[in-house]
């Protein structure tokens, strides 16, 4: 009897999550960041040159350190983030976007831009900057970009980040309105 019973849970669980009348969303670590190939740091004492995944910690996240920045002589890096996007028909935007950060420092930060670009890059509309700043300083929290109503169908999303010292990215999350694509 419980077999069956579970088994009855298990089909409606499944039944009941291929609804797609929710919102979608998704949760990126920030490993998925490139660091901004046209930032390009060079030690200025050996000459060597850093890169990827340089600033790419264990956990995920992207950051830096004070040694990291004082060894190539500069107060920040720069990162791009990919945001993935499925219902690439939709034209109203996003109902949410956040970018996670840890902010260890209180003179450094964490400064964020959403971009919104059409697919022949022809059309764009730029959220933010957002920044941390010595108002979250010394703890977690989050970045959040409101009223990113404009997206083009087949366009795409970029999130640009410049990262102060002792800083990190956690990850970031996008929320798309329900409808997605069809086949």
Known sequence: MNRILSLILATLVIALSSVSS???????????????????????ATGST???PYFVNTDGSIGTTTAQLAQYATSAVSFECPVLRDY????N?????RVNVFDAS???MVQCRLTSMSADDTQRVVYGPIQSGTTFASGYTQLRFTGVNTS?????YSLDCYIGENTKILSY??????????T
């Open 88 to 91: 690439t028909t939709n034209t």
């Open 93 to 97: 935007g996003l109902i949410d976007f």
């Open 50 to 52: 850093i890169v990827a």
């Open 106 to 108: 209180t003179t450094a």
């Open 22 to 44: 929710a919102n979608d969303w998704k949760v990126t670590p920030a490993s998925w960041c490139n660091w901004d190939p046209g930032a390009s740091l060079t030690a200025p």
């Open 173 to 182: 999350m996008s929320v798309e309105p329900s409808g997605g694509d069809s």
């Open 152 to 156: 083009w169908s087949g366009g795409y």
